[in-house]
Nanobody, 120 residues
């Protein structure tokens, strides 16, 4: 089993910044990637960003390129941890943000989500 705990969400004004964190614990050996998705009520969950554990390459949705940065903690940290630095936030970024982890040979695990609200 793998557990994911997200933190860092909140209310921010347009143009502001937030940093989300996600810590994975449990059987994380064999991690392929960790990433962030977001979901607005009544809409499908959408991809935001992903970082591959081997090599650290990253991918972003077009809507967040140049504004969001995904990174990871020291690989020696027993808890796989990923961050999402969100700058120049817009009202359209308002959503529940979910962290996920892909582990080879098992299923994808999801966190409980953290609310991000961008409003003046």
């Amino acid at each position: 089993q793998v557990q994911l705990v997200e933190s860092g969400g909140g209310l921010v004004q347009p143009g502001g910044s937030l940093r989300l964190s996600c810590a994975a614990s449990g059987r994380t050996s064999g991690t392929v990637a960790m990433g962030w998705f977001r979901q607005v009520a009544g809409k499908e969950r959408e991809f935001v960003a992903r970082i591959r554990w081997s090599g650290g390459s990253t991918e972003y949705a077009d809507s967040v390129k140049g504004r969001f940065t995904i990174s990871r903690d020291n690989p020696r940290n027993p808890k796989n941890t990923v961050f999402l630095q969100m700058n120049s936030l817009e009202p359209e970024d308002t959503a529940v943000y979910y962290c996920n982890i892909i582990i080879v040979g098992t299923r994808t695990y999801w966190g409980q989500g953290t609310q991000v609200t961008v409003s003046s």
